[in-house]
């Protein structure tokens, strides 16, 4: 019947997961999956069916398995060709840097639920958050720490505003939920309060290479380095041009 035939195409389907790094040195690289990602319109399949296959070929299943929701149009309704609600990501992308267009995805449609893809409020939150937050953080703090400050500048961690190892802590705990969004709504409170230590204490007021203006700049250039660590699994190429501006070549 067609419910044995559906079974028999998901049974050849799945197996392919395993056979694509079934030879060496692939398989101890990357067999068993830390992480199996999977639409939510699947899911049984995926979390019923193909650990059960692993389990009975005495095959570790993956670690977690996380299911996502749907990209919905700016309708609200699932995107699809008759509707005509649908993204071209490279017409996006003709418009907005592709770190814009990760961070858009990964910050605005929160884990696991459905969100609309909104062209507006990816150029709002490009303009706000990514431009405005995280720009403006660089520019008064990177320009003026290299006009005003020696260039091998010796920092304590201590000096940053906000504190660094917690924030690693929150954002890999919400990470290991797969929660991305939530770990970047975190780093961005971090950038917030990093712009308001900037703003209190006024870098630009303070006599050059004084104690006071290594403490502050110091401090923040420390918190920023924190955030280009942190945000390179989000936006890749905005980290390595945050690291470049520091003097630091990304790895």
């Known amino acids: 019947g067609h419910s044995q035939y559906v079974m028999y ?3 050849d389907a799945l197996i392919n997961y395993l056979t ?10 990357f067999w068993p999956a830390s992480c199996h990602v999977i639409g939510k319109d699947i899911t049984w399949f995926h979390a019923i069916i193909w650990p059960c296959m ?3 070929a005495d ?3 993956p670690d977690q398995i996380y299911v996502h929701g749907m990209v919905l149009g700016e309708d609200g309704r699932k995107m699809s060709k008759s509707l005509g609600n ?3 990501p490279i017409e996006v992308f003709s ?3 592709l770190d814009s267009f990760r961070y ?18 990816l150029k709002a939150r490009h303009n706000s958050e990514r431009a405005n937050d995280l720009g403006n953080l660089l520019s008064r703090v990177v320009k003026l720490a290299a006009k005003k400050l020696e260039q091998n ?14 924030l690693r802590e929150e954002m890999s705990k919400a990470m290991d939920r797969r929660e991305h969004h939530l770990a970047l709504e975190l780093l961005w409170k971090f950038i917030g309060e990093l712009n308001l230590f900037i703003t209190r204490r006024e870098p630009w007021k303070l006599e050059a290479h004084s104690n006071e203006l290594r403490e502050v700049l110091g401090g923040a250039l420390v918190g920023i380095l924190a955030v280009a660590q942190l945000l390179e699994a989000f936006m890749p190429l905005s980290s390595a041009k945050i690291m470049k501006s520091l003097g630091i070549e990304a790895a």
């Open 104 to 121: 858009y995805l990964l910050r605005a449609i929160p884990s696991g639920s459905d969100g609309a893809f909104v062209t507006a409020d």
């Open 153 to 166: 500048l010796e920092v304590d961690i201590r000096c940053c505003p906000g504190d660094v190892v917690r």
């Open 9 to 11: 195409t998901w049974f």
């Open 59 to 61: 095959i570790a299943p």
């Open 86 to 88: 649908g993204v071209d």
């Open 95 to 97: 418009q907005f840097p």
């Open 20 to 29: 694509a790094v079934r030879s060496e040195p692939f398989y101890s690289k």
């Open 54 to 56: 692993l389990k009975a």
